[in-house]
């Protein structure tokens, strides 16, 4: 299939799905995980009318970037060190991964530095596996205030790389305790957390149906990705 036959399939499926939920239209994002995806097959996807990317690693995106179009929106998603955290911010409108204090502080100092506002989501290990990054979920108040404290800071909402199960219903327990944990700060902190981003090929489903607003999709649009 080409990109634009790929992209007009999946736009189907969420709209559908989105609406089978009984959620507004247009309120679940795609954000593409375009890892390891090949710029000219990205370029492929923009002309089908893609226009967000979600990419893992700092290297590989500063590579990437400057050859696609200026109007595309690149958001981080993979695990971030504080020593990337300068190129993050210059190439990144929404780095999805920060689960530190230390993070924060330092996007602060580098998007004062640019005169940008960072918009960022904290990460969250909803089930605490070890091998994950993510804060645990009590630790989420405290980043979200902290963030929402620094002038150059915006924390949109929460995100989670959920557990893999066979059968992703068993997934929605894990997406349901997101969701709620965004609940309980909005109220406990009296702030608007309006983004969860939640949800990948395989159990993007289950997120949407939990309240997902921005799905992760890699295999399901690029293929199986070839190490
Ligand atoms: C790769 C990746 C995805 C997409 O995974 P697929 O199963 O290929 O859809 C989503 N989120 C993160 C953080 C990823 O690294």
Known sequence: MDASEVLQ????????AVKAAGRPPGSVRLVPASKTVPPKRLQEFVRAGLRIFGENRIQEAKAKIPLLPASCEWHF?????SNKVRDAVAFFECIHSVDSAGLLEEIEKRAAAL????????EVN??????????????????????NGLPHVTVCGLMTVAPFFEDPAQVRPYFHRLAALRDSLEGELGVRLPELSMGMTHDWKVAVEEGSTMI?????????RTP
């Open 9 to 16: 399939f999946w736009q189907e499926q969420i709209a559908e």
């Open 77 to 81: 998603i993979g695990g971030l060190q």
């Open 115 to 122: 005169g940008k506002n960072q918009k960022v989501l904290v």
């Open 126 to 147: 909803v089930a605490g596996e070890s091998n994950k990054h993510g804060c645990p979920p009590e630790q989420a108040a405290g980043l979200v205030r902290l963030g």
């Open 216 to 224: 992760r999709i890699g295999t399901g649009l690029f293929g199986m």
